[in-house]
C-alpha cells in the first residue's frame, strides 16, 4: 500500500513510455490472441498488492491498451489458487462509467496433490461472472515445498498427481 509500489506508479501513469512500447508490440502480433496475466498471483502474500492500488492498476493497464487501439488481449485475473471468495471480491477490477467488464478470465495456479482444494472459490467466482477459468501455471507438486515430486525417482507419486489434476 505505499506510494512507491509499482502498481501505485503504474496507476500513476509512471510507465506510459514503456506501457506505449508493450502496445506497439501487441499490435504487431496482428490478430494472433494474448492471454495477459496482470499482476499473477495478486493474492499471494508475497506479492503485498494492496486492493485498492492492485484494482487502480489494472484499470489504468485496461484502459491504456484499449485506448492504444490494442484489441488482441484477454485479461487474466490469476489467483494463486487457494483464494476466499472475500479476498477475490477485494482485488476484484468491477465495472465502471469506463467499462463494463475488465476480466476476460479467472485463472489460478495448480500446484497441490487434492484436486479439490485449489482453485474451489477461483471457479465458483468464475461461474458467478459467467467467465471460463485459465490454469496459468501447472506444475506436478505436493503442496509442501519439503517434499516436491521428483518424477524420474518417484512415478508412482507422479502419476498419482497426474489422475489427480486430470480429476480436478
Not at 15 to 43: H, I, N, Q
Not at 47 to 64: E, M, S, V
Request: charged share 30%.
Amino acid at each position: 500500500g505505499r506510494d512507491d509500489c509499482t502498481i501505485a506508479r503504474l496507476a500513476r501513469g509512471e510507465f506510459d513510455a514503456r506501457l506505449g512500447e508493450f502496445a506497439r508490440w501487441l499490435r504487431s502480433l496482428g490478430p494472433r490472441p494474448v492471454l495477459l496475466r496482470v499482476g499473477y498471483e495478486f493474492d499471494g502474500p508475497w506479492n503485498n498488492y494492496d486492493p485498492q492500488q492492485f484494482r487502480a492498476g489494472w484499470k489504468y493497464l485496461h484502459r491504456f491498451l484499449r485506448e492504444a487501439a490494442v484489441d488482441n488481449v484477454a485479461f487474466v485475473y490469476h489467483s494463486h489458487g487457494f483464494a476466499s471468495y472475500e479476498t477475490l471480491e477485494a482485488y476484484w477490477p468491477s465495472a465502471d462509467a469506463d467499462n463494463e467488464r475488465y476480466v476476460d478470465w479467472i485463472g489460478y495456479s495448480y500446484f497441490q496433490m487434492d484436486p479439490d482444494i485449489v482453485g474451489r472459490e477461483e471457479r465458483r467466482f468464475a461461474r458467478d461472472r459467467g467467465l471460463k477459468v485459465f490454469l496459468g501455471e501447472v506444475a506436478p507438486h505436493t503442496g509442501d515445498c519439503s517434499r516436491q515430486i521428483d518424477l524420474a525417482k518417484d512415478t508412482a507419486l507422479g502419476q498419482r498427481w497426474m489422475a489427480n489434476f486430470f480429476r480436478h
